[in-house]
């Protein structure tokens, strides 16, 4: 199942990836990324892989194991 | 769907056009053209952290070769399109080569507005990574900094010439330069930025000319003051790249006039992206350019989908919104607060660093927008809201319920 990875140094709370998958990313208080999910199903793969390379510092990935 | 793809212009639009075709299953070739010799770039940076020298061009790259390779996009770099010969379907390039394509991609971009005003050296731009490093090894000097223009890229260099040691003037003819975005209060609150960290601002006076050399260069306003400065920027905005495309035919004005799938006019195996795309946006009822780095990634997205799937088009729509950084403070602008009728503060504008949102609302108390200075969070809340086209009262409550006591302090 590919696994989430957020870095949370990297996040500059741009907010690209909450609009995108707001089901698997939020933004928390101080501006910064909070993974909603440590896993995503096969299906919902490509959509949060979207989410995840709309975020301007590459902070997030999406990893097949 | 097959057949060769070329993409002309490889920075944000083109490289995410290249990546998410294949992300859609386009399997036949794809060619990407950059007129940089260097590998695909990121801008944000070059007004920040490039600018400042603690990032490399390393954490800007795009698209590594090997990352080209695995996607199977050939890349063709230091290849400036000369002419887009559309009845034959080739792209020419400067040395004379011609690139074959199906369909093709236009992306070629904005270029900053050169200085209108003459000096021997020491008046710069700021677009590309060459742009950037000249301006850097000025700043390595000592001496007064005049930012001619007071939109993002003066105030991100302004702030970044500022945290260098500096001595900073930022100039712009408008009395408060973000206010045609986000009206006279918010805009004035904003603009106190530069004062608020030791950035000296002539607003509401043009410049009338520079003269001198790097080092010694002297501005004269339009209200007789004058400015010595080290080095200038000027920031004035950006143009369209089309001039290549003068001879091919197509409706070029202010950008590649497209429809409202992106296509141009009048062509269905001819797109464009970015900066250098004036589409038909539905919503607003005419056709825009955006010149922002989300724009160029979504509408990249989009222009991908529609032409690998042409018989279920979808109309490009994207959510207005930009960020920028400057100084400590981070200012992001979602919806269309300049057409909103009435807007309402919450959060806490003058604290150092100030933490606030202001919501607007238009004629019919529908949320039209929102601008945040360091506080994420409303800006994403907002976001959300006007996707599902909530009401301005709905977004002030709920923003409202997250002012935490930090906030309200």
Redesign the interface.
């Known amino acids: 199942m590919p696994r989430l990875t957020a870095d949370v140094d990297l996040c500059q709370g741009y907010g690209n990836c909450t609009t995108s998958a707001p089901d698997v990313y939020d933004i928390d208080d101080d501006g910064k990324v909070v993974l909603l999910k440590q896993t995503v199903n096969d299906a919902d793969r490509s959509r949060v892989h979207e989410a995840a390379r709309s975020c301007p510092v590459d902070a997030l990935r999406v990893l097949d194991r | 769907m097959s057949g060769t793809v070329a993409i002309v212009g490889a920075s944000v639009a083109g490289v995410?056009t290249a990546?998410?075709l294949r992300?859609e299953g386009h399997d036949g070739p794809i060619v990407l053209i950059g007129a940089e010799a260097t590998l695909p770039y990121?801008k944000?940076p070059l007004s920040k952290q490039f600018l400042a020298g603690t990032w490399d061009t390393d954490r800007m790259t795009l698209l590594t070769e090997a990352a080209a390779r695995a996607a199977d996009i050939e890349m063709r770099l230091g290849a400036s399109a000369q002419h887009l010969d559309v009845a034959g379907k080739q792209v020419l390039l400067a040395d004379g080569q011609r690139v074959d394509y199906d369909q093709v991609v236009i992306a070629t971009g904005a270029a900053a507005r050169p200085s209108p005003w003459p000096a021997a050296s020491g008046v710069h731009v700021l677009r590309t990574l060459d742009d950037s490093r000249a301006l850097r090894a000025d700043l390595d000097r000592p001496g007064p900094v005049a930012i001619v223009g007071g939109g993002f890229i003066g105030a991100e260099v302004a702030a970044t010439a500022r945290a260098l040691g500096h001595p900073v003037t930022v100039i712009d003819p408008l009395p408060a330069p973000i206010s045609r975005l986000l009206g006279p209060e918010v805009g004035a609150l904003i603009g106190q930025i530069h004062r608020r960290h030791d950035v000296d601002t002539r607003f509401g006076a043009g410049v009338e000319a520079i003269s001198g050399h790097a080092g010694q260069l002297l501005l004269t306003l339009t209200d007789g003051r004058q400015v010595e400065a080290a080095t200038v920027l000027v920031g004035i905005g950006a143009v369209p790249n089309t001039d290549w495309l003068a001879e091919s035919g197509l409706l070029i004005g202010n950008g590649v006039v497209c429809d409202q799938y992106c296509r141009a006019v009048g062509r269905d195996e001819i797109w464009a992206v970015g900066d250098v795309a004036r589409w038909q946006h539905l919503e607003i009822g005419e056709a825009v350019r955006v010149e922002h780095?989300?724009n160029a990634?979504?509408q990249a997205?989009r222009v991908a989908f529609n032409l690998t799937h042409p018989d279920e088009l979808r109309s490009y729509l994207p959510?207005d919104?930009v960020?920028s950084?400057q100084y400590d403070w981070?200012i992001?602008i979602v919806g269309r607060p300049y057409s909103a009728a009435t807007h309402q503060i919450i959060g806490t504008p003058n604290d150092n660093p100030p933490r606030f949102a202001a919501v607007y609302s238009d004629k019919d108390s529908k949320l039209a927008g929102a601008v945040t200075v360091?506080?994420?969070?409303a800006?994403?809340t907002c976001?959300?809201l006007l996707?599902h086209g909530a009401s301005g009262a709905e977004a002030i409550a709920l923003v409202q319920t997250?002012v935490?006591p930090a906030v309200t302090r």
């Open positions: 995410r990546q998410a992300g990121d944000p780095w989300t990634v979504e997205s959510t919104y960020w950084d981070k992001q360091n506080w994420s969070k800006l994403m976001r959300r996707a997250l935490t």
